[in-house]
Structure formats: structure tokens, C-alpha cells
T-cell receptor, first 111, second 115 residues
Framework: EDQVTQSPEALRLQEGESSSLNCSYT??????LFWYRQDPGKGPEFLFT???AGEEKEKERLKATLTKKESFLHITAPKPEDSATYLC????????????FGKGITLSVRP | GAVVSQHPSWVICKSGTSVKIECRSL??????MFWYRQFPKQSLMLMAT?????????EQGVEKDKFLINHASLTLSTLTVTSAHPEDSSFYIC???????????FGPGTRLLVL
């Protein structure tokens, strides 16, 4: 069974204070690892997909990296508008494209 | 990416009634849609996979007679919660499968409160 563990559960940063969010996963044959952002009371917003160890992707202040066991979402010089819950999900080898999600990391950035 | 809408955005109903939630793909034809449920501070839990023109595939532990899914067209899937009870109160979110890389794009969600 695919498993995804995210840590820490919550993270409070000062504006400009860089940090990383961790996503550890167990899957028999990774097809893709996904990062989403979710604001309170809204559906998840797609950020990145990573497919193989060593791959990196960037978007504005966010950078996602992938190893064979975990993924990191690095946030550089965060701003208050980056405050949200960040979800990690894995897609296993099945043909049905199902995602298994972690519980998410709630990020708060203070001005 | 894909644009997905849900209706209604929130609904309050009495215990024992049925509630229908719509999920629409606005800018492309979605062969596959997914329905999730999310409880406060919990992960998104997949309920079922909806395929256009065929029966939905339900995850283990999800009652198919209670959560009726209809994917009658390439732009619309509906989830009907039958005989709703307070424990069905949750945030229901749909997604569509988009592109060759099979990325899921999510709707804005529907908050259901059963009194």
C-alpha cells in the first residue's frame, strides 16, 4: 500500500525566512510525485510533478526536489501570501492514475 | 491546466435527505474524474473514480449505494449522497485527469453539513 508522510505538521516562518517541507513516501513503482497548495475552504491547486530521482522544478519562490525516498519543497524568502497548506501525493504503477495524499503541512508566514 | 467547477459550494441539509453535487470540466472533455472527501486537518481520501459512460469504481470502505456517482457526459459528473447523516458532513472535492502527464486538477470543493 502506498504511503505518504509529511513533516512537520505545521510550520511558522517569518517573512524572508527560508525553509523546507518534507514528504517521505513508500510506493511500489513511482509514476509521479505531486505537490499541491490548498488554501482554507478551497480545492488543491497544482504546483509540480516530479517523475524521477534527481529531478528539480521551480516556480517563483518554490523549488521541489525528489530522491528515491522523499521530496522536499524549498521555500525561499517566503511572503505572507505563501501561507497555505502544502499537500504531497504519489501516483503508483496502476493504470487508474490514483493519487495517495499526505496530511499536508500548514505553513504560516508572518509579516 | 484544466478548469473545474463544483456546485453548490456549500449545502446544509436535514438528516435523511439526499444531496447532489455537480462537478464540471469547463475547458476540456474529461473521460476520468475523481471524487474525494476531506475531513478537517485530514488528508484527501479518494472515494471513487468516475469514468464517462461506465460505472464508477469505488474505493474499499465506500458504500456505493450511499454515494451514487453518475458521469453521463464528458463535462459533468455528479455525486449524490443518499439518506445523509451527520457523519457524512465533510468537504467533497472532485478532480479531472488532464493531459498526457495525467495531472489531476481539482474543483473548488463543496462543503456539506448534515443537521
Amino acid at each position: 500500500e502506498d504511503q505518504v508522510t509529511q513533516s512537520p505538521e505545521a510550520l511558522r516562518l517569518q517573512e524572508g525566512e527560508s525553509s523546507s517541507l518534507n514528504c517521505s513516501y513508500t510506493v511500489s513503482g513511482l509514476r509521479g510525485l505531486f505537490w499541491y497548495r490548498q488554501d482554507p475552504g478551497k480545492g488543491p491547486e497544482f504546483l509540480f510533478t516530479l517523475y524521477s530521482a534527481g529531478e528539480e522544478k521551480e516556480k517563483e519562490r518554490l523549488k521541489a526536489t525528489l530522491t528515491k525516498k522523499e521530496s522536499f519543497l524549498h521555500i525561499t524568502a517566503p511572503k505572507p501570501e505563501d501561507s497555505a497548506t502544502y499537500l504531497c501525493a504519489v501516483q503508483g504503477p496502476g493504470a487508474n492514475s490514483k493519487l495517495t495524499f499526505g496530511k499536508g503541512i500548514t505553513l504560516s508566514v508572518r509579516p | 491546466g484544466a478548469v473545474v467547477s463544483q456546485h453548490p459550494s456549500w449545502v446544509i441539509c436535514k438528516s435523511g435527505t439526499s444531496v447532489k453535487i455537480e462537478c464540471r470540466s469547463l475547458d476540456f472533455q474529461a473521460t476520468t474524474m475523481f471524487w474525494y472527501r476531506q475531513f478537517p486537518k485530514q488528508s484527501l481520501m479518494l472515494m471513487a473514480t468516475s469514468n464517462e459512460g461506465s460505472k464508477a469504481t469505488y474505493e474499499q470502505g465506500v458504500e456505493k449505494d450511499k454515494f451514487l456517482i453518475n458521469h453521463a457526459s464528458l463535462t459533468l459528473s455528479t455525486l449524490t449522497v443518499t439518506s445523509a447523516h451527520p457523519e457524512d458532513s465533510s468537504f467533497y472535492i472532485c478532480s479531472v485527469l488532464w493531459g498526457q502527464q495525467e495531472t489531476q486538477y481539482f474543483g473548488p470543493g463543496t462543503r456539506l453539513l448534515v443537521l
